[in-house]
């Protein structure tokens, strides 16, 4: 089994930014794809970036340009980090790892 810990959420005024981390710990040599989900009341939950381990990166259209994903692969830690930070970025961030195994969330909101 993956473990999943999140840090780094909390409350940001619109264009400031926040790192959101997530420690993987457990059986790791089989992951793959490692990234961020979010959502927000009301709404289904949507990706927002993906890094795989050759490093391909996929983000959600709506943060191109100001999220940023990352890994250190020596500390197995994916980081997101956000930038330009707007109100409708407030939801719920959830770690994943191959769409298997999923973070607690760390809530993220944006105030005007």
């Known amino acids: 089994q993956v473990q999943l810990v999140e840090s780094g959420g909390g409350l940001v005024q619109a264009g400031g930014s926040l790192r959101l981390s997530c420690a993987a710990s457990?059986?790791?040599?089989?992951?793959?794809?490692m990234g961020w989900y979010r959502q927000a009341p009301g709404k289904q939950r949507e990706l927002v970036a993906t890094?795989?381990?050759?490093?391909?990166?996929n983000y959600a259209d709506s943060v191109k340009g100001r999220f940023t994903i990352s890994r250190d692969y020596a500390k197995n830690t994916v980081t997101l980090q956000m930038n330009s930070l707007k109100p409708e970025d407030t939801a719920v961030y959830y770690c994943?790892?191959?769409?298997?195994?999923w973070g607690q969330g760390t809530q993220v909101t944006v105030s005007s």
């Open positions: 994943a790892a191959d769409n298997t195994y």
């Open positions: 457990g059986r790791l040599f089989t992951l793959d794809v």
């Open positions: 890094m795989t381990t050759g490093g391909s990166t």
